[in-house]
């Protein structure tokens, strides 16, 4: 089922809601866009700073081949034109931590152009409806640096070492009409871009980052004057910052007030936005070519590697999954993550079966690692040690309820389930003698039972293979358990 359209009630009726993405994403790089400089996060203030980095006098830059290349092959990714041809330009404005005065950006002659991010609608129903998000450009830019107000009680000091780091900028079209459209765009984005490798999309340490433009109208109206409220750091806080501005706008404009077109920041204590400045338009800020930089000309042969370079992406990957007999919603899934994704693909070249494979990753194994606190990239059990549990669960050797037991030792020891099996002897058993034996003892404790099942209370059969199973510590085999039971309960 398609997603019920998102409407903001307001005393006056029902106002549609429009939003448009700026995302900032860090291109994954060892240098910076035009400096030899290192890209590491976490480096102490201002020790990845070069001269060029610095504005000092001089000193011209230089672009990095890899931050071009990582860019066009994400822009690959969603189907965009890329453009052989395209310019540097001076965004002039004065701030503390741009050394330069100006920034370097692509405004007019961008490096990617016109490509589309395709989302559903209904998460759990990845098959379901779907929706086409269209991306405008994506352009690269050099960050600025980061003013740090916290250091001491009377001055703010500047950290240089995000100057001339290298993002892309990743603008989409106004096409998403609720928080959750905005949410499941984002979420597609990062996963694109971290299966690309362009991108780590680390929200929290920064390296994606979104703009959020909203505005509101009455259905059917021309756009509404839009806000675009900075830096939003969580898909999270895209959501809520979305969702308060469109009630704040309807609010503004049912009491006779005027939306103005503004920069805002979110606050992610209370969850709302407060004004930050006037929303500047291209003119204020003066932009020219860059004259110390000749434009982007693309060849042929470097184009042709971009391309081949590309991984399986993830609807192909979920297409792919599904074709093993995987189920939609598994799929999506597995497919979320591309650390998750390569940990599933490992499994099956192991020679796990899909579809018991991803009922017990999705299941089990996820759950485990939830319970854990811990990533798929550090579980204590890797793709090989599960290929060898569902395959003693496949041959007869575990039964569902004992491989539960083994994997719970593996994730505690990291040993190898043959390895556990063997030493705890925790073999399945289908010794049609010793089960029948176990099953006489059963009946003969419970008469009472017995004589409400001869007498039609036929749910009780699953009392008496629970008590069959427990007698036998768990290792009968339940498919001979089940065939043995009905014949004696049958008298």
């Known amino acids: 089922m398609a997603e019920q359209a998102y409407m903001v ?37 201002n020790t990845q700073v070069s001269l060029v980095d610095a504005a000092m006098p001089g000193m011209l830059p230089v672009p990095n081949a890899e931050c071009i290349r990582q860019a066009v092959r994400t822009g690959m990714a969603i189907g965009a034109t890329i453009n052989k041809w395209s310019r540097f330009d001076r965004k002039n404005y004065f701030y503390a931590d741009l050394p330069q005065g100006y920034q370097i950006s692509q405004l007019y002659h961008p490096l990617v152009g016109e490509g589309a991010i395709d989302i559903a609608l209904d998460e759990k129903d990845p098959d379901g409806s779907q929706k086409s998000i269209g991306v405008e450009r994506i352009h690269v830019e050099q960050d600025a640096g980061k003013l740090m107000h916290d ?44 299966y690309v490798g362009s991108c780590d999309g680390n929200m929290e340490e920064g390296s994606m980052r979104a703009d959020v433009n909203v505005s509101v109208r009455k259905p059917g109206d021309e756009l509404g004057t839009r806000t675009e409220t900075k830096n939003v750091n969580s898909v999270r806080f895209v959501m809520a910052a979305i969702e308060y501005e469109a009630r704040r706008q309807v609010e503004v404009l049912e009491s006779g007030g005027r939306i103005v077109q503004e920069t805002r920041l979110f606050n992610v204590e209370s969850g709302t936005t407060r004004s930050m400045r006037s929303k500047e338009d291209a003119h204020d800020y003066r932009y020219f ?13 470097f184009l042709d590697d971009c391309l081949a370079s590309l991984p399986e992406l993830p609807d192909a990957k979920r297409r792919r ?27 099956l070249d192991a ?24 990533s798929i990239v550090d579980s204590p059990v890797g793709p090989a040690q599960a290929a060898e549990l569902l395959a003693l669960v496949a041959d007869g050797t575990l039964s569902g309820s004992l491989a539960k037991q083994v994997f719970e030792v593996m994730l505690e020891t990291g040993d190898a389930p043959s390895k556990i099996v063997e030493e705890r002897g925790l073999k399945q058993t289908s010794d049609t003698g010793a089960i029948e034996a176990v099953i006489v003892e059963v009946i003969a404790k419970n008469p009472n039972q017995l004589g409400q099942y001869r007498g039609g209370k ?34």
């Not at 307001?10 to 994954?28: C, D, P, R, S, Y």
């Not at 780091?165 to 106004?174: F, G, K, N, T």
């Not at 070519?289 to 042969?301: K, N, Q, T, V």
């Not at 699953?462 to 199973?469: D, I, K, L, N, R």
């Open 9 to 45: 009630e307001g005393a006056t009726g029902a106002w549609e809601v429009v939003i448009g993405l700026e995302v900032h994403a860090q291109v994954t790089s060892q240098a910076k866009l035009f400096s030899g400089a290192a890209t590491a996060f976490g480096a102490e203030p």
């Open 151 to 194: 250091q001491h009680p009377t001055r703010s000091y500047v950290d240089l070492n995000r100057s001339g780091v290298a993002l892309m900028e990743i603008v989409s079209r106004p096409d998403m009409r609720s928080p959750a459209e905005a949410g499941a765009y984002l979420r597609k984005l990062r996963s694109i871009l971290r």
């Open 289 to 301: 070519p860059d004259p110390d930089l000749l434009p982007l000309e693309l060849e042929d042969a």
């Open 321 to 347: 999954y599904q074709a093993l007999g995987i189920s939609a919603y598994q799929a999506d899934v597995l497919t979320a993550e591309v650390e998750s994704a390569r940990w599933f693909d490992t499994l």
């Open 351 to 374: 020679g796990a079966e899909p579809v018991r494979a991803a009922n017990w990753v999705t299941s089990e194994l996820f759950g485990a690692l939830n319970r854990l606190g811990r």
């Open 458 to 491: 036929e749910t009780l059969f699953g009392f008496f293979v629970g008590q069959t199973m427990k007698a036998m510590g768990g290792k009968a085999n339940p498919a001979v358990v089940n065939e043995l039971l009905k014949k004696a309960l049958a008298g």
